[in-house]
């Protein structure tokens, strides 16, 4: 759907532009609307599916023209996705003189958020501390709230929110309408619905796995610091014709368009900061094909739609699974075959790229980067068979002047096409990079993790408990957001005063100590440790240094260094 078959006002329509969105999203087409009728709704969608603009538009077209004070109030989980709301609303309502945004939260001074209010501001976006801190000082007043918003709501309550929200919903008036978005629909947040939503409307974004099924996905794994150069090599030994390369900062962009440009590649960059009609110009230029290489992040691709693209490369991996779908589904349309390629350089973003891999439920196979005598044999080859698929004969002219000098200079033929095909390929061949790689072969399994035996399993133990209220399946949540594996995987699951343990299959125990460690459960942030071994992999007890029992040092030993990790995964 368009934002034009919304109707929304002409100044939201003139800002969505400048901002270069004209297709909705799903959740987007949906709530927009439904806002805007004044229902209470409840919506449930992925991060990166746009919904600040799912509520922030409706948001802004609700405001009056008069004074009012606050109208409207939107409660973000932390100070970041506060401001990010505020700056993404400020932006939508450029064109609308009339509302005042702004944003508060806590670590931020008091004083300056107090004079902002004073202003005029009419739709105020905050965390639910700092917004309670305002209203018990008086400095936010909410007698004419017309619209709360509940952003993140689950993240909300995992972070302890639940009070302030439940204060702030009872202080203020009840004529007013109420929305609340969230990933997940834990019992808490149904609580909140009942008790304080109006016959609230379900809106439920279903997550749609695309068609990574035609696309072929590879990874590579290069030694950090030398991914300018895989980059290069890459592109040299595969000549996509066209091929997005995403990254995850607007500098990676920057500095990868220089290097790239400088190397004779024909490639731009995208990005949030350029402007539109900037942007529009490299699109232009990419879509006509006169620079096949387009590097971009992930804002400033979104959206976009170009056939013909036959690889996407992440030279960074991306920091959520769904963008990863996102990219790659550039590639691959419309029933055609496409080819991804991801680059990753340190042993973490092994295990970062596994559990992408279940996630999306597809194999991403290790590959080999291409060595620099394949390069340049694959482009004598092009040059060799180009030569003879020729269908003209040689000049008169031309055949003379062969003949001459291999009469006169004593060259053979072979000699003359070699120095030919030297000078044809001098140039492209000084920009190839040098560097040796190790190489390791190794496939991300797509498997959901392994199945738990009685005596191929292993026990961890993790530093949250009873005194943390720590509950069994706060732990089973955490285990599998983090692992990728499925519930059934895991085990027993004890809870003590300090600790917990948790049954895992053997086989997965290293990627899982890795992955948990430092991960947080019901918001508390753990430490995990192997607590005991059992069944009889003696070749592992007789390497630990207590027993049965390996310690922290040891385990640290062991996975530290990805030279050894790698040689002992196979
Ligand atoms: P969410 O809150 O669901 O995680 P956001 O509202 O933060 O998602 O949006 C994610 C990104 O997508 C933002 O950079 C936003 O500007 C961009 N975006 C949102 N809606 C659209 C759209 N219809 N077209 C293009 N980009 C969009
Ligand atoms: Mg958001």
Known sequence: MKFNELQLSEEVLRAIEDMGFTETTEIQAKSIPMIKSGIDIIGKSNTGTGKTAAFGIPAIESISYEKKGVEVLILCPTRELAMQACDEIKKFSKYMGWVKPCAVYGGASMDRQILELKRGANLVVGTPGRVMDHMRRRTLKLDNLKMIILDEADEMLNMGFREDIECILQDIPEERQTIMFSATMPPAILAITNQYQNNPQMIKIEQKYRTVDT??????????????????????????????????????????????????????????????AQRSFVMDKFKSGKINILIATDVAARGIDVSGVDVVFNYDLPQDNEYYIHRIGRTGRAGKSGTAYTLISNRKQVYELRSLSKYIKAEIIEKELPERSEIVNNKILKLVSKVS?????????????????????????????????????????????????PKVKKSVPKSSGSKLTKDKAAKIEISAGKLNRIAPNFILGALVEATGMQGRSFGKIEIFDKYSTVEVPEADLEYILDVMDNTKVNGKRVSVKLCERRGSDKQSSRHSSGGGRRSEHSRRKNLGGSKGFKRKRK
Do not use: W
């Open 389 to 437: 698929a020729a269908s003209e004969q040689p000049l008169r002219e031309e055949a003379e002047i062969i003949l001459s000098i291999l009469n006169k200079e004593g060259y053979s033929a072979e000699e003359i096409a070699g120095i030919l095909i030297n000078m044809r390929l001098s140039k492209e061949l000084r920009n190839i990079p040098e560097f040796e790689l």
């Open 215 to 276: 696309i072929e996905q590879y990874y590579f794994d290069v030694p950090s610091g030398m991914k300018i150069e895989a980059m290069q090599y890459l592109l040299l030994a595969y000549e996509p014709k066209a091929s997005m390369i995403f990254c995850n900062t607007k500098k990676m962009v920057d500095e990868l368009t220089d290097a790239l440009t400088s190397k004779g590649f024909k490639a731009a960059g995208l990005h949030g900061d350029m402007k539109q």
